[in-house]
């Protein structure tokens, strides 16, 4: 394991010399003084080379394209990989986890906690610059509370640069089907079984690495593109669930859709996508997103019927955000109400937070829907969405989002 002055030298070198992405994890131990302090500096010399070991194990097995491992100084550790951004967040789930097991000695556990910042490289991003993204992240995880793991966002110097370089490249990554879907678990409240899975939208673009999808259905809006974007992603979620084998065959899938796209005859092509997949309808979620306003609630109502008629499900996505919500629990035909992520931390005490958190869960059940809680990271969330009956929920406390055959294999475990 190479020590902190060599480290910064060979990412210099890699970054320098090829052009290929690369990801960076630091690995932080959170609570380093206290052991420490309970067993000494000797102690805590003994867990460190402990976590190192373990560090390059998990890196030379299960990290593809390892480039090295390092030593930083303090409590921190280098890994740098050769792309693997599409892996990053199951690679951070399970470093986590493995560095969560007793490190001590026979009669005296020692156990760490564990806080990990990542980044990937930019087009032209020196090692430095990596590495100081990757310990911004860190220092966010280490203050945050849930999910112990942060990754950097990477702030182009030219946004316009980036932007017409993205609405230049759009249109052919729809053509060469080049987005890539990752599919985000979704849990029963009541006993944590796996009961389906929501479709998101990444792009890997050859030169800027990672789009998020607030950026690639920017661009979509700028080029005019959405409706063909968003068809391109449910065709491939729905070949992708489509494939699913039997054992899998009581799952959901979950698509977006934007309320600009309920124009007269969306029923029907996605109707004929299902029937050209063989994927059952009843099987399937649409989920309004409310990043724009339902223009013609009449049509859109009209739409969302015909699709009801033939057995898919509708859900409100993004619930107490966005626009009109009232109104579209009035006016449109709905069947799932899912809260909004950004209601979902600092529920667990009493607060506010809870009371509007219960209300919007009673006010969806007197309506007659089920509630689906997005965002859920902590052990104490779900002990309280629990015990106000709330329905269904996803996020980083069971799993990150994963590529189609990693959840493929999770749900297969599951079952």
């Not at 930019?122 to 849930?146: F, H, N, T, W």
């Not at 249109?171 to 990752?182: D, H, L």
């Not at 309004?288 to 008629?309: C, F, H, I, K, N």
């Not at 607060?351 to 219960?358: G, M």
Request: proline share 3%.
């Amino acid at each position: 394991m190479l020590r902190h002055r060599a480290a910064i030298e060979r990412l210099a070198q890699f970054t320098a010399g090829h052009p290929q992405e690369l990801l960076a994890f630091i690995i932080g131990i959170r609570d380093l003084k206290q052991i420490n302090d309970r067993f000494g500096r000797s102690g805590g010399d003994g867990v460190i080379r402990k976590v190192g070991a373990r560090l390059r194990k998990f890196a030379s097995a299960y990290i593809e394209d390892t480039l090295f491992t390092a030593r930083l100084p303090g409590r921190e550790f280098l890994i740098v990989a050769a792309g693997g951004a599409d892996r990053m967040e199951i690679h951070a789930e399970a470093l986590i986890d493995i560095l969560s097991s007793d490190f001590g000695k026979p009669g005296a556990p020692v156990h760490i906690s564990t806080r990990i910042g990542i980044a990937v490289s930019g087009v032209d991003e020196s090692g430095e610059a990596l590495l100081q993204r990757a310990q911004s992240a860190l220092a966010k995880a280490y203050s945050r509370k849930g999910r112990r793991y942060v990754i950097a966002e990477y702030h182009h110097q030219d946004n316009s640069k980036l932007a017409a370089a993205l609405d230049a490249d759009l249109r052919s990554a729809i053509e060469k089907r080049q987005i890539t879907i990752m599919l985000q678990p979704q849990f029963a409240v009541a006993n944590g079984a796996l009961v389906g899975a929501e479709a998101l939208a990444r792009w890997h673009h050859p030169k800027w690495g990672e789009i998020s999808a607030d950026t690639l259905f920017s661009a979509a809006d700028r080029c005019d593109l959405r409706e063909e974007l968003s068809h391109v992603i449910q065709q491939e979620a729905i070949a992708i669930a489509a494939n699913w084998p039997a054992a899998l065959d009581a799952l959901r899938l979950s698509v977006n859709l934007g309320a600009e796209e309920l124009t007269e005859g969306y029923a029907a092509r996605l109707m004929g996508l299902l029937d050209r997949t063989g994927f059952a309808p009843q099987r399937l979620t649409v989920e309004l997103t409310e990043e724009s306003l339902v223009r013609d609630a009449d049509r859109a109502g009209a739409e969302l019927e015909r699709l009801r008629g033939q057995g898919i499900k509708i859900a409100l996505d993004d619930f107490g955000t966005g626009y009109s919500s009232l109104a579209y629990l009035k006016d449109l035909p709905l069947d799932y109400l899912k809260i909004d992520k950004g209601m979902t931390p600092d529920i667990a005490g009493i607060s506010k937070d809870r009371i509007i958190l219960r209300a919007i869960i009673a006010m969806g059940k007197a309506l007659g829907l089920m509630i689906i809680a997005e965002g859920v990271e902590k052990a104490e969330e779900l002990e309280m969405l629990q015990a106000e009956l709330c329905d269904y929920f996803q996020g980083y406390l069971r799993s990150a989002p994963l590529s189609a055959d990693d959840f493929e294999r999770f749900a297969l475990r599951s079952d």
